[in-house]
Every structure is written in C-alpha cells, then in structure tokens.
C-alpha cells in the first residue's frame, strides 16, 4: 500500500519536472510510475485501487493547472537591462509615428515604420493589413498601435 502511494507521487514530481525539462521523457516517466501505482495498488486489493484512481487523477489535474497559472504570470523576457543589451522594450522613438500594418492586428501583429518591422498591439480592436496607425505607447517588446 505504502509502495504504491510512492509510486504515485514519484510519477507526480516526474510529471512536475516535464515543465522544466525539455522533452517528453520526464511526462513518460511520470505515467509509467503513475500507471505501476495503480496496478499495484490494483493488486493489493481492489478497493485500494479504486481508491486511489481518482486521487491520483484529480493530483495530476490539479498540479498541471497551477503549475501552468505560474507559468503564464512568469515573463519570457527580461525586465531589467544587460550590457550591451536591452530587456523587452519597445523603441520609445517610435511613440507619435504613423505605419502600415503588415500583418492584421487581432489585437496583436506586425507593422513597418519608415522601412522597419515592428511587433504590434491594437488597443483591442481589429485593424485590417494596409491601414494606416499611429503609435500611442508601448508595453514590454510590443508597440501599441491606434486606428487613424
């Protein structure tokens, strides 16, 4: 019984490590574990098993989902300079200029000022290729465009 909750949460943390660790084979690893737990648990006797099948279940669940939440509040850039590098800031240059979008705003997308492409966000709206914007802002890598 106790092996079996081992195997259970060694398959978690493997299944855990898989958001760290490129490649399938920690998720792999972490079904194999989770999958050798409950057979164990199976063969132990029945009831333990159909115990801690959705326990087991509901565990994955639930740490698939916080773990992706931590994941979706962490920035993929850098807040703070380096040097001789600059961390996820928009050219503040370009605040007050006009440019064509190249790729439609929905809200996000790709514009070109004087020759230069640029990652764009719309305030919200839909702004067709070819139209013309003016740019009011900037939040991290992103330019924020307005419809002219």
């Known amino acids: ?20 660790i490129p ?13 050798g737990s409950l057979v164990y648990a199976f063969s132990f006797d029945w009831r333990w098993g159909a115990f801690l099948t959705p ?3 509901m565990a994955v669940i639930i740490l698939i989902r916080t773990t992706l939440k931590g994941l979706k509040r962490q920035k993929i850039c ?3 300079d380096q040097e001789n590098y600059r961390g996820c800031s928009y050219k503040k240059e370009c605040i007050g200029k006009e440019g064509i979008v190249i790729k439609d705003l929905k ?3 790709v514009i070109e ?3 230069e492409v640029y990652q764009a966000l719309s305030e919200g709206q839909y702004i067709k290729r070819n139209t013309k914007v003016s740019i009011i802002g900037g939040n991290g890598s ?4 307005r419809y002219i």
Do not use: N, R
């Open 55 to 57: 326990i087991e279940l």
């Open 107 to 109: 809200p996000s997308g």
């Open 23 to 35: 490649g399938t084979l920690m998720a792999l690893i972490g079904i194999g574990l989770m999958g």
């Open 1 to 20: 019984m106790i092996i079996s909750l081992i195997l259970g949460l060694l398959g978690l943390s493997a299944i855990f490590l898989e958001f760290w």
């Open 113 to 115: 000022i004087d020759g």
């Open 142 to 145: 992103h330019l924020i465009v």
């Open 78 to 80: 850098l807040d703070s």
